[in-house]
């Protein structure tokens, strides 16, 4: 079953009815290469269809996240801009250019290993990592140029 099939199932079972506003939106996350937050979404919808609100963007997202079609992480240490990727990809971290905001996905396997000790040490089972990094990028730091 392809997102947007899923979408549709999911939010026709959480009691809503998938409008072509909905359609737009969800077609939107499918399409998207980035990471997007709610008011970007927005944006995006509103400029195909604007009959389109912010309160629908916020719902479908609502939906699909409680489907777990969709996850949402935090890209900044105040945790001031939620934003979401499909479910389903490889647990995975992110590290954010505090000069040009380029985000850059790592894997960590010393953050396994960090799960691993805490089951072990606590007797606790870790079923998900919360962690974004800051800092400045390779092509930030070479320019010299610090905001």
Known sequence: MNFLDAATEAIRDAGGRFTNQR????????????????????HRAHAQDESISLATVYRTLHALEDA???DQH???RDHDRKVYEPAGEAE????TCRQC??????????IDLLR?????AYGVRVD?????LDGLCAECRSSGEIG
């Open 68 to 70: 777990g079609l969709i």
């Open 23 to 42: 359609r737009i939106v969800v077609e939107l996350m499918a399409g998207s290469e980035d990471h997007f937050d709610a008011e970007e979404l927005y």
């Open 92 to 95: 995975h971290y992110h590290f």
């Open 128 to 132: 998900r990592v919360c962690m974004c």
């Open 74 to 76: 935090y890209l900044t």
């Open 116 to 120: 691993q000790g805490l089951e072990s």
């Open 101 to 110: 905001h380029r985000v850059i996905e790592f894997q960590a396997d010393e």
